[in-house]
């Protein structure tokens, strides 16, 4: 799954003094964000494509629960060794030139998926397997196994059997620990005259602290921690009730790549999934890089694939990729239907080319070999270039089912996750786009789905006053009060930015014009701060005007389309009393 995430252009900041205004050059605006062109997809379209070789799974008869206790706190805390099977993984492990970090939660993990092949004589379908891994407070996924295993006398101690297994198990673990493989976890299990010792390996793109997954008394949990990569945003969501979705809070005050996310599951769910996200500097697309599973306090998380879906699915075989399109549609509003939401529509053009695509997406997305391919054509379906309307931003969902033809269950493992409900059940989404596929031996479906909300007229008074209150939040974790607004400035920077929504002025003139008038008004210096983004939620304020002690402030949005744009875009006015430095 992949998200839109935002791109910005900043301009700023800029000062205006109590003695004159100062006057920038015109500044004509630039796309924020860049997509393929046309002509590039009908380029991919183009190549010839082999059918994808698609995974198969095996179904899970009935539920799985935790087979002993988890960590009390999710995230990075450490695992330490308590027997000598344990004692032999650290000394494995320790021989890579550069050793994983093995932490608690990755080897409840292992403990868990190391059960379930000792029971099962195969390993948990990528579904339970995440389960599995969140429920044991493990935020990054499983991506690779050693295992080795076996029947042993039941008469045999476990040191005994280390004795025979030990060194298959360090030329496995050897074998696996590739670069990038940087947490691990490890686990030896017995049942029934039937053992196992399974390392399983992650690759981490954060350093999380730990955490409870637990909700607090203010019934938030909170994610913090640090990225091991350059970052331009971090957006999550987390899962409520049965079909909804919210976007979690993110503290301005924590500048990247730190992050401090704040989620608020609904307490009447036994547990909830949240995904944190992360996009790359000058990036379109965003990534999850945590997948937390939040849960009631004294209840251990319980998966039953069927009863916990978003929606019981409702059994609709397809024959073909059209009707397959056609039964989403109707399935999706009708789960809208149930959750109070509007009805959306086919984008019918970008679903055509979606179709073509589809095949050469989920190649290059399940190829063994590397291909930027499928970023490439999620990027272009992003854009919706044969989408009618002004587009404020879109959502991107890839999901392949190997489990037959039908768009049911399809539908409800598409609205599992997060992302999955916020590409496809966001209250304001009016349109997607559809791109299907349907395999044969294996029985499968998959299909891209892009789903694109509008701009509707130029009032943005709600936008102003979600960041104003992103502001007072991130000040009051700091200890601080809220910022005063900068009376009679809230007007002035709506007629200013009304010319830019029209195209009658560049946004580095209008906000000139804004501190000119703020400066008259105010009799101090003043500064301000020009951002060009995709996204609302992308606006940080630098630690310098946040920590203000006396914070004067007042923030203008408007949006508009520069020429060339696939998207329109917002711009926002900060505009801020500059106090002297033993004012601060």
């Known amino acids: 799954m992949k998200s839109r995430a935002p791109v910005q252009v900043v301009l700023g900041p800029l000062l205006a003094t109590s003695l004159s205004a100062c006057a920038s050059a015109p500044v004509a605006s630039r796309p924020a964000a860049e997509f393929p062109s046309q002509a590039a997809l009908r380029a991919i379209e183009a190549k010839p494509a ?206 990247r790549p730190g992050f401090r996310v704040i989620c608020h599951p609904d307490p009447r769910d036994r547990s909830a999934w949240i995904q944190v996200l992360y996009a790359p500097p000058k990036r379109v697309l965003s990534r999850p890089f945590a997948h937390v599973l939040a849960r009631r306090p004294g209840l251990a998380p319980v998966y039953q694939e069927e009863a916990d879906a978003a929606s019981p699915p409702i059994s609709r075989p397809v024959g073909s990729a059209a009707q397959f399109t056609r039964v989403v549609v109707d399935q999706l509003n009708v789960a809208r239907a149930q959750a109070g939401l509007r009805p959306v529509t086919l984008a019918a053009r970008e679903s055509a080319t979606a179709a073509r695509l589809a095949p050469r997406f989920f190649a290059a997305a399940f190829g063994e070999t590397e291909t930027p391919d499928a970023d490439l054509i999620t990027l272009g379906l992003l854009a919706g270039w044969e989408v009618d309307g002004t587009i404020r931003d879109g959502n991107f969902l890839s999901i392949y089912s190997p489990r037959g033809l039908d768009a049911g269950r399809w539908l409800s493992a598409a609205l599992e996750m997060p992302m999955g409900r916020a590409t496809l059940l966001t209250p304001d989404i009016e349109q997607v786009a559809i791109g299907p596929l349907v395999t044969r031996e294996p029985d499968g479906l998959g299909a891209m789905v892009t789903s694109y909300r509008f701009h509707r007229g130029g009032d943005h008074t709600a936008d102003v006053n979600l960041l104003l209150t992103r502001v007072i939040e991130a000040r009051r974790r700091m200890g601080l009060a809220p910022p005063k607004r900068l009376a009679t400035m809230p007007e002035v920077m709506k007629e200013e930015l009304g010319l830019v929504h029209a195209g009658e002025s560049d946004t580095g003139s209008a906000l000139d014009a804004v501190l000119e008038q703020a400066v008259h008004r105010f009799g101090r210096n003043m500064r301000g701060y020009v951002v060009e983004t995709t996204s609302i939620d992308a606006l940080e304020l630098p630690p310098e005007i946040l920590r203000q002690r006396a914070l004067h402030l007042d923030i203008g949005v408007t949006h508009h389309r520069p020429k060339g744009a696939a998207w329109a875009q917002y711009v926002i006015f900060i505009v801020y009393a500059d106090y002297s430095a033993n004012e601060v």
């Open 50 to 255: 082999a059918p994808p070789a698609m995974p198969q799974e095996r179904e899970v008869d009935g539920s799985w629960a935790p087979a002993g206790s988890l960590p009390e706190l999710a995230g990075d805390e450490p695992w330490q060794a308590a027997s000598a099977w344990d004692a032999a993984f650290s000394a494995a492990v320790e021989r890579a030139e550069r050793p994983p970090r093995v932490t608690r939660s990755m080897s409840c993990a292992a403990r868990e998926i190391g059960r379930f092949l000792l029971e099962h004589a195969e390993p948990p379908p990528e579904g339970l397997r995440r389960f599995m891994t969140a429920a044991c407070g493990s935020a990054t996924s499983v991506t690779s196994y050693a295992v080795h295993g076996g029947e042993v006398p039941e008469t045999a101690t476990d040191e005994e059997v280390l004795a025979r297994w030990e060194g298959e198990l360090r030329a496995r673990v050897e074998k696996r620990l590739r670069p990038g493989m940087d947490v691990a976890g490890f686990s030896f299990e017995r049942i029934a005259g039937r053992a196992v010792a399974l390392a399983v390996f992650g690759s981490a793109e954060a350093e999380i602290k730990p955490f409870s997954p637990v909700p607090d008394a203010r019934g938030e949990v909170v994610i913090e921690g640090r990225l091991t990569r350059p970052a331009d945003e971090v957006t999550a969501y987390v899962n409520r009730g049965r079909t909804g979705v919210a976007q979690c809070d993110v503290d301005m005050a924590v500048p």
